[in-house]
């Protein structure tokens, strides 16, 4: 499959949604959604969610249970996605969206299963997409022992499954390493929270 994602090296987008792969984060994934509900409860007048990475159609649930629109943003699949009212995915990377890829109202971004690890610059971009009243939803891996010794057992299911064994080292440091937060690239945010399990790390910034 030809990648059309802009990021510094390719990744095993595929393998990385593996049956056994997803079995060893479940429970990074389940406190995830978890927090991505409970949001909805207090935000009640969210019009759009915008899944960074969607696949073909991550979270659409929590969008139809809610009543919002659904837009996704993914640039690697290219199953046919069933498009119906509300339900919209957008095949490029999250650099290249524009205004024109989005609806109006207030926008909830959505960035799961540490997507932003993956996207050049997200603060640039964001910082051109987000209006008064928009909120970030940021999930990634939590850098207690835990969340490093779960998030090394992914990947190494993910690598093993890709028949590439060496490379999953250098991603586990490369994330590691790198700052999680996307609220230190925003230019204007008004409030931010962090919830945090020995796993998930979820950022909620309210701009
Ligand atoms: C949700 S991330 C999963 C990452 C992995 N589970 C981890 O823990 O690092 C993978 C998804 O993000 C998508 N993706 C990768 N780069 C992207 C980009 N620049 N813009 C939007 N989606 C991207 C991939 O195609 C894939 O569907």
């Not at 971004?109 to 540490?114: A, G, K, L, P, S």
């Not at 939803?137 to 969340?147: A, Q, Y």
Request: hydrophobic residues 35%; glycine residues 6%.
């Amino acid at each position: 499959m030809k990648s059309t994602v802009t990021s510094r090296k390719s990744y095993p987008f595929g393998s990385m949604f593996s049956e056994d792969a997803m079995l060893i984060a479940k429970d990074f994934l389940t406190h995830e959604k978890q927090e991505l509900k409970n949001l909805f409860v207090k935000e009640k007048d969210i019009d759009n969610i915008i899944v960074v990475g969607s696949g073909n159609g991550h979270y659409s649930d929590i969008a139809f249970n809610n009543n919002v629109k659904y837009i996704g943003i993914e640039p690697n699949y290219n199953v046919p996605t069933k498009e119906r009212e509300g339900f919209h995915i957008v095949k490029k990377p999250f650099e290249s969206i524009s205004h024109h890829d989005l609806s109006r109202g207030k926008n909830l971004f959505v960035f799961w299963f540490n997507v932003s690890f993956y996207i050049d610059n997200y603060g640039d971009k964001l910082n051109e997409l987000l209006r008064g009243g928009d909120v970030i939803f940021n999930s990634t891996w939590s850098r207690c022992k835990e969340g490093a010794s779960v998030m090394d057992a992914y990947f190494k299911q993910v690598y093993i499954k890709y028949h590439s064994p060496f490379e999953y080292k250098n991603t586990v440091s490369e994330i590691i390493n790198t700052q999680p937060l996307i609220s230190r690239k925003i230019k204007n945010y008004t409030n931010m929270e962090i919830i945090s399990n020995n796993i998930n790390t979820i950022e909620i910034i309210y701009i």
